[in-house]
């Protein structure tokens, strides 16, 4: 096959590929069996394609969906970091807190230990010590993140005090 042949073979291939996605692979091959060039078919291409466009794209095929990550572990996680931040911790602090409150509550602010009775996002034992930093320490998961931040502070000087004592010993 010489360089010709193979320019006019590759550019015939490309124009069907271009007007099967515009108008559909069988007025591609209707024209073909016609004898009819892409020239000859440029009108068919200015066509509005609304409807041939459905029927080249069409599928039954569902798409994937991911399951949603709970809203309140996001808008929780949200929360503590921009607190983080304010404390001039840095980012690797948070990811030290992430860790141990994931495993303490999973960032629910509802939690509660069945058997100890700690509470909250940051699993305060009792619950009502977070009353200090508001009345609705029950549900406002700010107001237990801002506890909680104070108590690691104050007992351990960062989160990754924090998360260091918790992996020794299991608790914080």
Known sequence: MNVNSYRVLRNTVVSMLAA?????????????????????MEPALRAPARAVHRAVWFTRARPRVRPAMNTFKVRNKAIAFRLVARRSWSHDQFRCLDSLWTRESDWNHQAQNPSSGAYGIPQALPGSK?????????????????????YIKSRYGSPCGAWGHFQSSNWY
Do not use: C, F, K
């Open 20 to 40: 099967s996605t515009v108008i559909g692979p069988v007025a591609v091959g209707r024209a073909e069996e016609a004898g009819r060039t892409m020239e000859a």
């Open 130 to 150: 977070m009353s200090g930093s508001g009345e609705d320490w029950r549900s406002n998961p700010i107001t237990q993140i801002h506890w909680g931040l104070r």
